[in-house]
């Protein structure tokens, strides 16, 4: 069976709880296997402690590897397996390249320090302004209602006597007379 060999890249999220000795194993069986099934490994980079875009297994966090490797396509069933039976990978992605200048590198990927907040401010749908923060909006200014002066709200509204004489400019037959009437609505 001729099979060419290939360029494929896979990356590793490892368990947050692993020390440094721990993610150094990690890589260095992920290696061991590839290098003994014959393949060659380009490159290996450790990309740290990084905050995960959603919750894997309960964890947030996790240690990012990038391994680039040219090996046939028949070690990549073997690598699968060991990624599946490892209780300490909690994410695993293997792609193939077709040419080597189209691999990528974790150095591309920025630097999370200080996003923390940014990103919980975003979950919430505002920046800045949520109940616990320090950067509060003042609260809306309300203009208060003018209070009815409680002694003229009592007194009735008086009528005004218009006098049946009429100016020399109002036509006679437009001006009426109105008599004032006392509170319980009786004329005067």
Known sequence: MNSTRRVYETI?????ELDDEGVETQVTNVTSLLEGKGAEILRSERGGKRRLAYPIKKQRYGYYNLLHFRAEAEVLEELDRMYRLNEQIIRHLTVRFDKEEHLTSLTRMGDDEGRDEDRDDRRRGRRGDYRGGEERRPPRAVA???????ESAREEPSVSTVSAEASEDTPADTVEQVSEESA?????
Do not use: F
């Open 12 to 16: 590793v999220v490892l368990h947050p």
């Open 184 to 188: 319980d609505g009786k004329p005067e």
């Open 144 to 150: 208060p209602r003018p209070e009815p002066d409680t």
